[in-house]
């Protein structure tokens, strides 16, 4: 019998390696370890060739450390004018987390005369996670009301109520975790981190941006993930050991006061004048390098403030989409004429027996990629009936106190309230 096998080795062996075979259970099992590690190995190939694709092969080592070395007096010096010119803002006298989250989602895509207000009136009604987390959404959205891209609200009732269940009411001192909590991307993590608990993370938006841009004479486009990525970088070498919140907060005030986006930079009150490059060069304001804005995409509406009794008729938008669970006035696509105001409310069910119509003239409204151009129509009715339990109507007062209505619809609502008509048609 050995000697049966000895011989049946070496006959194997003179066919070469693949006349040893393994059982066929084993063998599968090597292959399917085989085609794992090469999937693993294409996926870490795929991410590579990504990553290079995104960022310069030096992963910003370099140019970081030089700019870094050239820029090192700049904290100093801008530490020391924000101190004499920071301007006084409600959020900035009490950095709680809480009040700084608030704050730096108010003030996304938004001016700060605007947020001012805004913010007061938020943290007046609602002071901490504990009651943000236990209000209903349209109370959060009516407090919400005029400042817009009302998702940020909906994303901060969200965190709120997260920060409830997962954290005790309290947020978290640890970026990683801030970056899990709905709505809260690389900007706002870094912008809590550093202001609220003194962490060095950055805060790169749009002023820091172009603030650094200018100061490096920087010609690459800002816009996509690799310039942010390459600016947070930066941010995060210049910045002292101490006083993170307070540099985060300065370089934003310098890009919003004195480095401006519109306009001529007022390079004569800047305190690191003499680090900037674009200065001396004279191309201030050809930077930053921005990617051209796509046009807006113009939709025509007619707005009907229909009136019954002295209160309005308000309908509420959709769950998803633009300006999603908002009221608004009833509002037909397109622009229409009196006639057709008149024929598209019969075919709603209105009782228009006694009606009177007047124009509201013409206005618009921009969002980030969409124009509203409006027309509208105050129609004064007798009776509610037949226009059915999608609209409700709703006296000034509670409109003020209840209802979040669509800034969109400002000019019409003011118009109609002060009482400003054209003579009846």
Same mark, same amino acid.
């Given at each position: 019998?050995?000697?049966?096998?000895?011989?049946?080795?070496?006959? #194997?062996? &003179?066919?070469?390696?693949?006349?040893?075979?393994?059982?066929?259970?084993?063998?599968?099992?090597?292959?399917?370890?085989?085609?794992?590690?090469?999937?693993?190995?294409?996926?870490?190939?795929?991410?590579?060739?990504?990553?290079?694709?995104?960022?310069?092969? #030096?992963? =910003?080592?370099?140019?970081?450390?030089?700019? *870094?070395?050239?820029?090192?007096?700049?904290?100093?010096?801008?530490?020391?004018?924000?101190?004499?010119?920071?301007?006084?803002?409600?959020?900035?006298?009490?950095?709680?987390?809480?009040?700084?989250?608030?704050?730096? %989602?108010?003030?996304?895509?938004?001016?700060? @005369?605007?947020?001012?207000?805004?913010?007061?009136?938020?943290?007046?009604? %609602?002071?901490?996670?504990?009651?943000?987390? *236990?209000?209903?959404?349209?109370?959060?959205?009516?407090?919400?009301?005029?400042?817009? =891209?009302?998702?940020?609200?909906?994303?901060?009732?969200?965190?709120?109520?997260? /920060?409830?269940?997962?954290? !005790?009411? @309290?947020?978290? *001192?640890?970026?990683?975790?801030?970056?899990?909590?709905?709505?809260?991307?690389?900007?706002?993590?870094?912008?809590? *981190?550093?202001?609220?608990?003194?962490?060095?993370?950055?805060?790169?938006?749009?002023?820091?941006?172009? /603030?650094?841009?200018?100061? +490096?004479?920087?010609?690459?486009?800002?816009?996509?993930?690799?310039?942010?990525?390459?600016?947070?970088?930066?941010?995060?070498?210049?910045?002292? &050991?101490?006083?993170?919140?307070?540099?985060?907060?300065?370089?934003?005030?310098?890009?919003?006061?004195? +480095?401006?986006?519109?306009?001529?930079?007022?390079?004569?009150? +800047?305190?690191?004048?003499?680090?900037?490059?674009?200065?001396?060069?004279? +191309?201030?304001? @050809?930077?930053?390098?921005?990617?051209?804005?796509?046009?807006?995409? /113009?939709?025509?509406?007619?707005?009907?403030?229909?009136?019954?009794?002295?209160? %309005?008729?308000?309908?509420?938008?959709?769950?998803?989409?633009?300006?999603?669970?908002?009221?608004?006035?009833?509002?037909?696509?397109?622009?229409?004429?009196?006639?057709?105001?008149?024929?598209?409310?019969?075919?709603? !069910?209105?009782?228009?027996?006694?009606?009177?119509?007047?124009?509201?003239?013409?206005?618009?409204?921009?969002?980030?990629? /969409?124009?509203?151009?409006?027309?509208?129509?105050?129609?004064?009715? &007798?009776?509610?009936?037949?226009?059915? #339990?999608?609209?409700?109507?709703?006296?000034?007062?509670?409109? &003020?106190?209840?209802?979040?209505?669509?800034?969109?619809?400002?000019?019409?609502?003011?118009?109609?309230?002060?009482?400003? @008509?054209?003579?009846?048609?």
């Amino acid at each position: 019998m050995k000697a049966a096998c000895r011989k049946n080795l070496r006959s #194997d062996e &003179k066919n070469g390696a693949a006349a040893f075979r393994l059982p066929r259970s084993l063998q599968k099992k090597k292959e399917g370890e085989a085609v794992q590690k090469e999937s693993q190995r294409s996926r870490s190939a795929q991410k590579a060739k990504e990553t290079e694709r995104t960022e310069p092969a #030096d992963r =910003y080592g370099g140019w970081v450390a030089d700019e *870094a070395n050239r820029l090192k007096g700049l904290a100093q010096a801008l530490l020391l004018w924000y101190d004499r010119s920071a301007r006084v803002l409600p959020w900035r006298s009490d950095p709680t987390p809480y009040r700084v989250l608030v704050s730096e %989602l108010m003030l996304q895509q938004t001016r700060v @005369e605007a947020v001012i207000e805004a913010f007061t009136r938020f943290v007046t009604e %609602l002071p901490d996670f504990a009651a943000l987390a *236990a209000a209903d959404e349209q109370t959060v959205l009516k407090l919400w009301q005029g400042l817009g =891209y009302y998702s940020r609200a909906k994303n901060l009732h969200r965190a709120a109520r997260a /920060v409830a269940e997962i954290y !005790g009411g @309290e947020l978290p *001192a640890d970026y990683a975790a801030l970056r899990t909590l709905p709505g809260i991307g690389d900007y706002t993590a870094g912008a809590v *981190a550093s202001i609220a608990f003194g962490l060095p993370h950055a805060a790169v938006d749009g002023n820091v941006l172009r /603030v650094l841009a200018r100061l +490096c004479c920087d010609r690459g486009e800002v816009s996509s993930p690799a310039a942010r990525k390459k600016a947070a970088a930066l941010v995060e070498a210049l910045m002292p &050991k101490t006083r993170c919140g307070a540099f985060t907060q300065a370089l934003m005030e310098l890009g919003a006061t004195v +480095c401006r986006p519109t306009g001529r930079p007022l390079c004569e009150s +800047c305190p690191v004048r003499a680090l900037c490059l674009a200065e001396k060069a004279g +191309c201030q304001q @050809e930077l930053p390098v921005k990617r051209p804005a796509k046009p807006r995409r /113009v939709e025509r509406k007619t707005v009907l403030l229909l009136f019954c009794g002295g209160r %309005l008729a308000l309908q509420k938008r959709g769950d998803r989409g633009l300006l999603a669970g908002l009221y608004e006035p009833l509002t037909l696509e397109g622009r229409r004429e009196r006639a057709e105001v008149f024929a598209a409310l019969t075919a709603l !069910g209105a009782d228009l027996e006694g009606a009177a119509f007047t124009p509201l003239g013409e206005a618009a409204h921009l969002f980030t990629h /969409v124009e509203w151009r409006m027309t509208g129509w105050r129609v004064e009715l &007798k009776t509610e009936k037949g226009l059915g #339990d999608n609209l409700v109507f709703t006296t000034k007062e509670e409109r &003020k106190s209840g209802y979040p209505i669509a800034s969109a619809y400002r000019a019409y609502l003011e118009r109609a309230e002060e009482g400003e @008509e054209a003579p009846a048609t």
